[in-house]
């Protein structure tokens, strides 16, 4: 009897897969709140943090399509767990030069760049992953749980993180993500496998269940997409264009939301590393509802406003409420208007994944690879552009930009069609 409910491996690893994003997502905070102790240690400016910022998403941006390649030929299993090692390398190596070195900023910047170029699997791996294993009415709820880990990984780091600095110092955090990107990576190595049909975890319900959703291949003969059907598709360049939105604004958060609150609001680090928690926070719950909402209303309404429509009103939405943030006077009632912006911009997150993984099929990696360099794109520009942009015209701007760019993103949804394969539209072309 038992042997007919199906079992949920494929769910135990989505929770794996965010455990993962949480960890990897930790050092994007953890560079922020540890800005100024590591501006002292090597002499660094407001500008020059910028771009030591902009270096991790300019190597995580570059690396995205060789990312994808790789997943989709090595394997999501074997790809991820040398990224996460990678990735682990360098985020301990960040804490691991003396105080005034020669060359700081460039030693700095550098292994920001490699960290990213480690960090740049997770994502296209993972929805290499999807496309093998989830079946397509349950790719939003599936992506929106693996990008809640990273708002809950961002959450909770602010306090503990601050915490560490202040009684033994900003290193001793970057060693201990380095230590949990290890460890991560082979938890996630003996657990996961490539294709549902090589795992002994699963019984025939689930297995049946996954094929039903999933037209199932030999790996090897999976076809693939050329680069010429997914360049010369019109969806492909509006998902593009549309991530590049998305990708700035969570940067924002990511990188300079704590000097925001410390500098232009009047926080103490220790309200602001709470503050901080609420952006975070938000995206979690945003990425996971999203997803949840997305299957339902693809369910019954179809793709168009499952995929397109739940995103294009999480956009607009987030829009507003940061326009409307700037608008307040206390730094509790912005922070708490900028958190809800940051929580409606990912309603949308897992239907630009879901909707890579539908079109890509056998080249999901290397097509949502290119898909995030366009978000990476967007949070390198953000990293640079906000302290410039403040220095001359306030943060009142730089959160505007933010804004403008979420209701153009919010625009390119109108002219995707999540109905049309790549390879059919190429054939009709």
Request: some cysteine; glycine content about 10%.
């Given at each position: ?302 793709r168009g406003w499952g995929r397109c429509g739940v995103a294009a009103i999480g956009m607009v939405g987030a829009g507003i ?13 912005a922070s708490v208007i900028l958190a809800a912006g940051a929580g409606s911009l990912y309603l949308s997150q897992s239907a ?51 804004a403008g760019l979420c209701v153009i993103g919010a625009a390119l949804w109108l002219v995707i069609n999540p109905n049309r ?9």
């Amino acid at each position: 009897m038992d042997s007919m409910v199906p079992t949920r491996v494929r769910w135990i690893l989505v929770v794996c897969i965010t455990f993962m994003a949480a960890i990897f997502f930790v050092d994007r905070v953890n560079v922020s709140i540890a800005r100024a102790a590591i501006a002292l240690d090597f002499h660094l400016t407001d500008v020059q943090l910028g771009k030591i910022f902009s270096a991790f998403y300019l190597g995580y941006g570059l690396f995205q399509i060789p990312a994808g390649w790789l997943a989709d030929r090595l394997g999501p299993r074997r790809t991820l767990a040398m990224g996460a090692i990678w990735w682990a390398a360098f985020t301990a190596l960040t804490a691991g030069f003396t105080a005034g070195i020669a060359q700081g900023f460039l030693i700095i910047w550098s292994v920001r760049f490699f960290m990213g170029m480690g960090e740049s699997v997770i994502f296209p791996s993972s929805n290499r992953w999807v496309a093998n294993w989830i079946p397509t009415t349950e790719r939003g709820l599936a992506n929106g749980l693996i990008f809640a880990g990273v708002g809950a990984g961002s959450a909770f780091a602010p306090p503990i993180l601050r915490y560490a600095m202040v009684h033994l110092g900003w290193r001793v955090s970057f060693w201990a993500c380095g230590v949990l990107g290890v460890l991560a990576a082979a938890v996630w190595y003996w657990m996961a496998r490539n294709h549902p049909d090589q795992h002994t975890w699963l019984n025939e319900a689930e297995r049946k269940w996954i094929h039903q959703g999933i037209p199932q291949r030999d790996p090897l003969e999976e076809p693939k997409l050329t680069w010429g059907q997914m360049l010369g598709n019109k969806d492909v360049w509006a998902l593009f264009v549309s991530y590049f939105c998305f990708g700035y604004t969570p940067t924002i958060f990511f990188t300079w939301f704590f000097t925001y609150l410390t500098r232009e609001r009047g926080l103490n680090l220790q309200a602001a590393s709470y503050y901080t928690m609420l952006p975070f926070l938000a995206m979690s719950l945003g990425s996971s509802v999203g997803g949840w909402i997305a299957d339902i209303v693809c369910r019954r309404f179809g793709r168009g406003w499952g995929r397109c429509g739940v995103a294009a009103i999480g956009m607009v939405g987030a829009g507003i409420f940061i326009a409307a943030a700037l608008q307040v006077s206390t730094a509790a009632a912005a922070s708490v208007i900028l958190a809800a912006g940051a929580g409606s911009l990912y309603l949308s997150q897992s239907a630009y994944w879901a909707l890579s993984a539908d079109f890509g099929k056998g080249s999901a990696g290397s097509l949502s690879g290119f898909m995030n360099m366009g978000g990476q794109a967007g949070g390198a520009v953000a990293a640079v552009t906000t302290p410039l942009i403040a220095l001359h015209y306030g943060w009142t701007i730089s959160f505007l930009t933010a804004a403008g760019l979420c209701v153009i993103g919010a625009a390119l949804w109108l002219v995707i069609n999540p109905n049309r394969s790549l390879t059919e539209s190429r054939t009709q072309a």
